[in-house]
């Protein structure tokens, strides 16, 4: 890819702030850069995946990133955006975080990739041998404490009730160091983040000049906000995770289908690959027929794709056509509890639905769905029952547990919209 990443950074509108003259580097220079991912869960969320299409714009740009996890910082917290202290985690939970966000990034940088394979580091290597009257001395003797009380973060902290402890204030040091060492190590010039990183950044550019005299760089990305007022990535049922454990892809689909119009073209920008010209006429789509909402579909299906494939894709496309009565075929039972999380259901014992099972009419009036065995029938025989998204037609026939999907779960449709699931229990 030609061109100077800088520039395509400005008009995706992922520059909020540059240290001087970064934009002449980038066009000179092939650099290495780094960013931070912090360990404090198995799973990234979706909060992380601007910072980690920006490591991945700057490889296909022809620099080389590297993806820091934070496997010695994690064990402290960083105090920036945070009201209150993060419950220490244990280096063991820590090691295991860090294996799930290694596979994560891993849909998205190339490892294997000639000339500028993207790599990760574990600032632990480092940090976990560092001895503290040595770190003191050594890195510490350039951080004055009227500095550190500078900075936003910290002052909310120390103005909050619960304070900042001796521990998070060390924290920016710390991710200093980080940046002085990956500079030794790898030639590391440039670090990047989210705008709240800032005075880190700018305090690990400064230890590396302070140390070995070298010039280093800070690029930061605007945090993500949207317009209802809500933080992005987060949902009613919380953080939107890129383990498909954690939030299934169906669910992930759906929450870029869900986007606002004012905040899709943002976010065409920020989460796809998309050229400038094919953002312009999805943006012009928005103005013309915002009711068709193509950018959305595009949004969620560039996304999705990028992350689970094609195959993952496909099926949460086919998840979203089965609450307008799309097939059924090849759904899991997870994948339809996803589908169908909010709609009302009934457990029935296995033993009820089994040998001749239970009647149609009987179904409709047990599960609530009809408020009577006649109302039932009627709906029958205008076509309005629907057992697994198939109509039933016959008002004596019978509902068996065999018909359950994988055994477990029938699903019931009154007309268009109206669902009610049957959950097979034991017994």
Not at 127 to 134: M, N, P
Not at 388 to 409: F, P, Y
Request: with cysteine; charged share 25%.
């Amino acid at each position: 890819m030609q061109g100077n990443i800088y520039d395509e950074f400005e008009w995706r509108g992922l520059l909020y702030d540059a240290t001087p003259d970064l934009k002449d580097l980038l066009a000179r220079e092939r650099v290495t850069a780094y960013i931070g991912f912090d360990p404090t869960a198995a799973s990234l969320h979706v909060g992380s995946l601007l910072p980690i299409m920006g490591l991945a714009r700057m490889q296909r740009f022809g620099h080389t990133p590297i993806a820091l996890v934070g496997g010695g910082t994690g064990l402290i917290g960083d105090p920036s955006g945070k009201t209150a202290e993060r419950q220490l985690l244990t280096k063991e939970k820590v090691a295991e975080n860090i294996e799930g966000i290694r596979a994560q990034l891993s849909h998205f940088l190339d490892f294997e990739r000639d000339g500028n394979p993207a790599r990760i580091e574990n600032n632990h290597d480092w940090l976990g041998s560092l001895q503290l009257i040595d770190f003191l001395r050594d890195t510490g003797k350039h951080f004055t404490v009227n500095y550190m009380l500078s900075k936003e973060s910290v002052k909310r902290r120390i103005e909050s009730e619960d304070g900042i402890s001796y521990t998070e204030f060390t924290y920016m040091m710390l991710q200093a160091y980080d940046f002085l060492e990956l500079n030794r190590r790898s030639n590391c010039t440039l670090q990047m983040g989210g705008s709240d990183q800032w005075g880190n950044i700018l305090a690990g550019t400064d230890l590396i000049r302070r140390v070995n005299g070298n010039r280093a760089h800070g690029l930061v990305f605007p945090l993500i906000t949207n317009a209802s007022g809500t933080k992005f990535g987060k949902t009613e049922a919380g953080n939107v995770w890129l383990d498909p454990e954690l939030t299934s892809p169906y669910k992930f689909y759906q929450f870029w289908l869900n986007t606002d119009d004012r905040d899709v073209v943002h976010y065409l920008k920020s989460f796809t690959w998309l050229d400038r010209e094919t953002i312009e006429g999805l943006e012009q789509s928005v103005a013309d027929n915002p009711g068709a909402r193509e950018a959305q579909r595009t949004l969620a299906r560039e996304v999705t794709t990028m992350l689970h494939g094609e195959s993952a894709l496909d099926k949460a496309e086919q998840a979203a056509k089965v609450l307008f009565g799309g097939s059924l075929e090849n759904l899991s039972v997870k994948d339809l509890k996803d589908i169908f999380e909010d709609v009302p259901s009934t457990v029935i014992p296995r033993d009820e639905l089994s040998g001749e099972g239970l009647g149609a009419l009987e179904l409709c009036t047990r599960t609530g769905l009809t408020a009577s065995n006649g109302e039932a029938r009627r709906l029958i025989r205008q076509g309005g029952l629907f057992l697994n998204n198939d109509r039933v037609s016959d008002e004596s026939g019978r509902i068996t547990a065999d018909q359950g999907i994988e055994g477990e779960l029938l699903v019931l449709r009154k007309g268009k919209k109206s669902y009610h699931l049957v959950q097979i229990g034991e017994g």
